[in-house]
């Protein structure tokens, strides 16, 4: 293989000539320049052979095996001898190489438009700073909005729904092509307005699929008459899913029914007498408590103090103490009292008496309670003197009023 088919091969182009190559640790540094000994002026297209100068440039490359390639691009400029042009010197142009004024070469633009066109320009920023190419998204962004719009091939089955510019305040119509998966157009709105004119200008559309809106019903069969409508499919099982969870939710008893059949009693001839330690039976976290306890009482017989024990099983050393004075692993079990409790047996007697009205039986219960309070506290029955409820320990406390208070002193 000789020089210039190593340069074809290499930069792929056969319009450039290698000059050197230098392989480095760090970079590859290569010289190339023009092949041609004539080039044609850009404006007026005649050809020159009068060199007039030269000038490199410096464009990026892709890499080769991981590392950097640093390209030293010699230009000839030649002069152009056409009295009616305006130009009197031009530069040769290397359009399979690198574009006029470009700072990398197409091949690195390809790559760059390749990955930023698949994925997002966060991510593709990321992937190729692997491959040696800095950029940022922005400009990746800016890259891609410049691409030629594709050629618009004829629809045939449409896809309609809507999309949130912002969830439940603004929304617009998004239409794609399903039998290539491409988005075709987003429309400003998904009112029937925006998407009658849209069918009007594409009358190829021959089948469309929809969600159940009767906006887009009345809007393509305005639009596309002949077009038929079919139900899409990520709808029909949105839709049978939750009417499936409605009827579940429905019959959820009978369903708890058969999973958790209730169980047949067992005859009194046949039950066991509970053990004699089921009382005592402790629970995971009282077990633990109980081996602490039993840790902490061997600790110190053995002579060690509060302090390392309760370094040792890292617990505080007040905890410690009342370890080693003989504390139950059980925890203590407390009823919580209700504010209804004391008038639990008050209520029941009225409602087995009949009086199922809860208005009368609040105002009777409230008139024991004010005369059952005050000589708790010393206090004459008075009218005015009205109990309050304190919520925050669940306890019915008496609250004095301010001419009590004026007349009882502080």
């Keep these: 293989m000789d020089i210039s088919q190593l340069c074809q091969f290499l930069l792929n182009t056969d319009q450039l000539e290698l000059g050197y190559l230098v392989i480095e640790e760090d970079e590859i540094r290569l010289g190339v320049e023009g092949s041609a000994q004539c080039a044609a002026c850009p404006q007026c297209e005649h050809e020159s052979t009068a060199l007039h100068s030269h000038y490199l440039r ?27 042009c305006s130009k009197r010197t031009f530069a040769e142009q290397f359009p399979d190489f690198v574009l006029r004024y470009a700072r990398k070469t197409e091949r690195v633009l390809r790559k760059q438009q390749r990955v930023g066109a698949n994925v997002c320009a966060r991510i593709a920023e990321q992937l190729l700073v692997g491959d040696r190419i800095g950029i940022s998204d922005t400009t990746i962004n800016r890259m891609l909005r410049q691409l030629p719009d594709p050629p618009e091939n004829p629809i045939r089955v449409l896809g309609v729904d809507d999309w949130a510019k912002r969830k439940r305040q603004r929304y617009g119509t998004i239409l794609v092509d399903l039998e290539r998966g491409r988005v075709v157009d987003l429309l400003a709105d998904r009112t029937a307005e925006c998407l009658v004119p849209w069918l009007v200008r594409h009358p190829e559309v021959e089948i469309v699929s929809r969600d159940r809106s009767l906006t887009y019903a009345e809007a393509i069969r305005q639009g596309a008459s002949n077009a038929i409508q079919v139900a899409d499919r990520w709808h029909l099982l949105h839709n049978a899913s939750e009417a499936l969870l409605k ?9 708890q029914k058969h999973l958790n059949p209730i169980p047949q009693p067992v005859p009194r001839s046949e039950i066991l007498s509970l053990p ?13 408590r109980k081996q602490r306890i039993e840790t902490a009482q061997q600790l110190h017989q053995r002579g060690c103090s509060q302090k390392s024990i309760a370094r040792q099983i890292r ?5 410690v103490s009342r370890y080693l004075h003989g504390r139950s692993p059980k925890a203590r079990r407390h009823r919580t ?3 209804l409790d004391p008038f ?3 209520l029941l007697q009225r409602w087995n008496e009949g009086c199922s009205n809860a208005t009368n039986s609040f105002a009777k219960s409230r008139r024991r309670v004010m005369q059952a309070v005050p000589p708790l506290y010393g206090l004459p029955y008075n009218r005015c003197a009205q109990p309050t409820r304190c919520l925050v320990r669940q306890r019915c406390s008496y609250r004095m009023p301010l001419h009590h208070r004026a007349r009882c002193g502080p």
Excluded: G, M
């Design 58 to 84: 410096y464009p990026r490359d892709l890499t080769w095996a991981e590392r950097p390639v640093v390209v030293e691009l010699k230009v000839k400029r030649f002069f152009c001898h056409n009295p009616a």
């Design 315 to 319: 617990v505080h050393p007040k905890t």
């Design 344 to 346: 639990r047996p008050y």
């Design 337 to 339: 009292r209700r504010l």
């Design 247 to 255: 009827i579940l939710q429905q019959e959820e008893s009978l369903i």
């Design 276 to 288: 004699a330690n089921a009382a005592e039976r402790l629970t995971a976290a009282e077990e633990r």
